[in-house]
């Protein structure tokens, strides 16, 4: 995953540089889990092995961060 944008609580927050095609969004790594989010507006695209609580932190994390998420992401184009 390059590059890691953020590291929050135990998440790994970032994207790969290879979907550029694709709308923004962020992969969130965690102890073996990973989920994919969309930005503006956040949404999962989908999970595999977080659970619901988890899911809701990290929707929690990534809209106290979605501009600074954006803006990494648009500075990739």
């Known amino acids: 995953m390059v590059p890691t944008v953020l590291r ?4 790994r927050i970032g994207f790969y540089s290879s979907e ?8 969130v ?8 989010f969309w930005l503006a507006p956040i949404q ?3 999970n595999k092995g977080f659970r619901e609580a ?3 932190e ?3 994390i990534l809209e106290s961060h979605e501009n600074e998420l954006l803006d990494a992401w648009n500075a990739t184009e």
């Open 8 to 11: 929050q609580r135990g998440y």
């Open 20 to 27: 550029p095609d694709e709308p923004a969004h962020v992969h």
């Open 29 to 36: 790594r965690k102890a073996g889990c990973e989920a994919k």
């Open 44 to 46: 999962i695209s989908w």
């Open 54 to 56: 988890e899911l809701g």
């Open 58 to 60: 990290i929707v929690r």
